[in-house]
């Protein structure tokens, strides 16, 4: 791989960086109430201040790309952007949450620090675009179904309209029906682009619409796939977890235990330490 200029992203007294140690983005899957996100900040909270790893708390206020009409969605805009912010002020860590329209773009922006564009919308130039008008950081996720180096484009259109604050994050590819395969050339296919690459640990393991109206997981390869991530190395870690996901209504197979995250981060840090002193040699 050439050489590459790794870009550095300033967020709430931590920094966004390939070649920096690990951010931990992490939350549950959707909004569920104010107690229970709460509940959830403060213990991920609690758990990267013993660990030091910096953290930014994201939950998604509306869960658009449902399998099933009947699925559970959130509690909506305005309610989880008043959860969110609240987050933010009172256990003090970034949040992070994903937009589905144009219109939302500049309301989410009052509150989140980083607005991310879901994997099916990733090639949504409109709403690529009014998502970099509003200057925030913007996390890409690419498309089940893009190759890496395709994420170039989706670069460039932020770019376009003076935005280069952007995160690009790997959640697998379509492999078959209802399945997802990981390959971890893509990290550093993404890292050429020069922007912080970020490793979705815990939707690169969903079985999408495999359970009819919902899509399924295994959660035990989470910590797999994370450590492999790890190693070839990343700005950010994305994570979801749960104090009880087989009772979470939406990607609960997916999800971390919360109980088990502090014992899993302990040794991705480990793996992160030794991975940043140690990166690959260029032979092209």
Known sequence: MASVDHKKIEIG??????????????????????DHSFMIAKKLEGIC??????FIFKASFDKANRSSVSGKRGVGLERGLDILGKIRETVGCPVLTDVHEREQCKRVAEVADVIQIPAFLCRQTDLVLEAGRTGKIVNIKKGQFLAPWDMYNIVEKL?????????????????GYNTLVCDMRSLTQMAVTGCPVVFDATHSVQQ???????????????????????????AALFVETHNDPD???????????LDDMEYMLGQLKKFDEISKANPPVDRQ
């Open 49 to 54: 201040a013993k660990l030091e790893i910096p």
């Open 13 to 34: 007294g931590m920094t966004l960086s390939n070649q920096r140690p690990f951010v931990l983005i992490a939350g549950p899957c959707q909004i569920e109430s104010e």
């Open 208 to 234: 999408p619409g495999s359970l009819g109206g919902a899509s399924g997981g295994d959660r035990s390869f989470v910590p797999v796939l994370a450590r492999a991530a790890i190693a070839v190395g990343v």
């Open 159 to 175: 770019a376009s309209v003076g935005n280069e604050k952007v995160l690009l994050t790997e959640r697998g590819s379509s492999f």
């Open 247 to 257: 009772n979470a209504p939406s990607d609960g197979p997916n999800m971390i235990r």
